[in-house]
T-cell receptor, first 112, second 115 residues
Framework: GNSVTQMEGPVTLSEEAFLTINCTYT??????LFWYVQYPGEGLQLLLK?????DKGSNKGFEATYRKETTSFHLEKGSVQVSDSAVYFC???????????FGGGTRVLVKP | EAGVTQSPTHLIKTRGQQATLRCSPI?????VYWYQQALGLGLQFLLW???????NRGNFPPRFSGRQFPNYSSELNVNALELEDSALYLC??????????????FGEGSRLTVL
């Protein structure tokens, strides 16, 4: 079946460090891929997305590239800030109008 | 423009009782999704409503049910509550034009505690 696997947290970093959160998916065909972020006490919000192979999504300094050959969509940020502390969810949607399948979430804590 | 609103914010029930959670979508959104986020982060898909019809259902027992009203708001009902139903219940909505892109707009959730 369709599934999304992401690295378990928590990930603890110092400010200005480089962040990578790994995400891989299992699906037939070509799903669309997403990263959602959940800041403390808030609901999830879309961070970035990519809808086809080799697409790069970017937002707020975060980037992720849709790699069909490795079925991956790793999230990266070159220099994190304390305000980036949140839970990050990788997700995919397999077909039009279908449900979004989420990974287990990765908690990131950035210390000053 | 108002975002997705959920009520109540917090709800405390005892085992065996029933809980009703509500969700109001963003104006113009016709699809409503319900997710359960238990302790440990993971989001589990519960239900998807579109245009008043249940379109898809996750792997949850029948005591989890819901409906969507003509104004596209939605209710999630959980009967015969069990301790493991304690979780944050998230509602997400989308419009017909953005639904196919997978972009969902989430509410802040209703935290259900079962004692």
């Amino acid at each position: 079946g369709n599934s999304v696997t992401q690295m378990e947290g928590p990930v603890t970093l110092s400010e200005e460090a480089f962040l990578t959160i790994n995400c891989t998916y299992t699906a037939t065909g070509y799903p669309s891929l997403f990263w959602y972020v959940q800041y403390p006490g808030e609901g999830l919000q879309l961070l970035l997305k990519a809808t086809k192979a080799d697409d790069k999504g970017s937002n707020k300094g975060f980037e992720a590239t849709y790699r069909k050959e490795t079925t991956s969509f790793h999230l990266e940020k070159g220099s994190v800030q304390v305000s980036d502390s949140a839970v990050y969810f990788c997700a995919m949607i397999k077909a039009a109008g279908n449900k979004l399948t989420f990974g287990g979430g990765t908690r990131v804590l950035v210390k000053p | 423009e108002a975002g997705v609103t959920q009520s109540p914010t917090h709800l405390i029930k005892t085992r065996g009782q029933q809980a009703t959670l509500r969700c109001s979508p963003i104006s113009g959104h016709t699809s409503v999704y319900w997710y359960q986020q238990a302790l440990g982060l993971g989001l589990q898909f519960l239900l998807w409503y579109d245009e008043g019809e249940e379109r898809n259902r996750g792997n949850f027992p029948p005591r989890f049910s819901g409906r969507q009203f003509p104004n596209y708001s939605s209710e999630l009902n959980v009967n015969a509550l069990e301790l493991e139903d304690s979780a944050l219940y998230l509602c997400a909505t989308t419009s017909r034009s953005s639904g196919n892109t997978g972009e969902l707009f989430f509410g802040e959730g209703s935290r259900l505690t079962v004692l």
